[in-house]
Nanobody
Framework: QVQLVESGGGLVQAGGSLRLSCAASGRTFSSYGMGWFRQAPGKEREFVAL????????YYTDSVKGRFTISRDNAKNTIYLQMNSLKPEDTAVYYC?????????????????WGQGTQVTVSS
């Protein structure tokens, strides 16, 4: 059973930065693409960013392009989401998830394991 644990969330002023981490269990972490999703109160969960198993390919939803950076350290079984120039509309619970293959897709149903989430709140 794969376990994913997010950390690094918190309260930040608009324009500030946060770095989220997601630590994964298992010895085959490097074989899977990974993604970050978020869910605001009363909203559906939405895709944020993804990264291939090697870290060679990344993709972002339009609203975070140029501000967020997804990365991974396979030796540490960890993925990261560096969030800069944060906006109040970025406020949400952020989840990491493991994809079904070496690549990843934006659709949530392409992910088989999910973390508990970490709260990010951006004040105006």
């Amino acid at each position: 059973q794969v376990q994913l644990v997010e950390s690094g969330g918190g309260l930040v002023q608009a324009g500030g930065s946060l770095r989220l981490s997601c630590a994964a269990s298992g010895r085959t972490f490097s074989s899977y693409g990974m993604g970050w999703f978020r869910q605001a109160p009363g909203k559906e969960r939405e895709f944020v960013a993804l990264i291939s198993s090697s870290g060679g390919s990344t993709y972002y939803t339009d609203s975070v392009k140029g501000r967020f950076t997804i990365s991974r350290d396979n030796a540490k079984n960890t993925i990261y989401l560096q969030m800069n120039s944060l906006k109040p509309e970025d406020t949400a619970v952020y989840y990491c998830a493991r994809g079904n293959s070496w690549y990843a897709r934006p659709e949530s149903y392409e992910y088989d394991y999910w973390g508990q989430g970490t709260q990010v709140t951006v004040s105006s």
